[in-house]
């Protein structure tokens, strides 16, 4: 069971807005540490989409956002595309785990 | 352009070890924190150690915690994971990775991962 809670699913057609929530507690995102969030399609290594929360890499598309309010962080996708089917991860600290380092279990999203 | 190149890995028998290694390029590889990431065959991502850039401390998930060493080489350029006393729940790509100093502390570049197999 991991520290931050994703949806194991979402989906959505073509040019809809669709959000993946990560849920943490008062050790982990509450405690203010930042969330940041990957992507990962098949058969390849995760690839760096969001970090500090809300910031975007150089070359990661624009309808791609990060938020984060309270024990929770959200990524939203706005314009879904084909392309976008792929397992999201959220990452963060939790300062009650040794090394700290934590991930949410994944949220597969499906392009309808 | 940064490169991580895992080597390494394969079949294992239960209690046995394996070494893992990361040659690292295109970019000041002393500079960094560089971190271990496995993924079990179908499931999602569990972060396994990370070691800061001088390599003076080290830190592991308790799932591996008294059995897998991380260590680098910063004359090559290089981070390691020695993985000692495996089980078939330690059956995962090892993904070796940069810690950024980003907002976030972000892990911006990943290998390509390296299939290690614990079985009888």
């Known amino acids: 069971q991991s520290v931050l809670t994703q949806p194991p699913s979402v989906s959505g057609a073509p040019g809809q807005r669709v959000t993946i929530s990560c849920t943490g507690s008062?050790?982990?995102?509450?405690?203010?540490?930042?969330v940041n969030w990957y992507q990962q399609l098949p058969g390849t290594p995760p690839k760096l989409l969001i970090y500090g929360s809300n910031s975007r890499p150089s070359g990661v598309p624009d309808r791609f956002s990060g938020s984060k309010s309270g024990t929770s962080a959200s990524l939203a996708i706005t314009g879904v595309q084909a392309e976008d089917e792929a397992d999201y991860y959220c990452q963060s600290r939790d300062n009650s785990l040794s090394g700290h380092v934590v991930f949410g279990g994944g949220t597969k999203l499906t392009v309808l | 352009q940064v490169q991580l190149v895992e080597s390494g890995g394969g079949l294992v028998k239960p209690g046995g070890s394996l070494r893992l290694s990361c040659a690292a390029s295109g970019f000041i590889f002393s500079d960094y924190y560089m971190t271990w990431i496995r993924q079990a065959p179908g499931k999602g991502l569990e972060w396994v150690s990370y070691?800061?850039?001088?390599?003076?401390?080290?830190f592991y998930a308790d799932s591996v915690k008294g059995r897998f060493i991380i260590s680098r080489d910063n004359a090559k350029n290089s981070l390691y994971l020695q993985m000692n006393s495996l089980r078939a729940e330690d059956t995962a790509i090892y993904y070796c990775?940069?810690?950024?100093?980003?907002?976030?502390?972000?892990?911006?570049?990943w290998g390509q991962g390296r299939l290690v197999t614990v079985s009888s």
């Open positions: 990775a940069r810690r950024d100093i980003s907002t976030g502390y972000p892990i911006d570049y």
């Open positions: 070691i800061t850039s001088s390599g003076d401390s080290t």
């Open positions: 008062s050790s982990s995102i509450g405690a203010g540490y930042h």
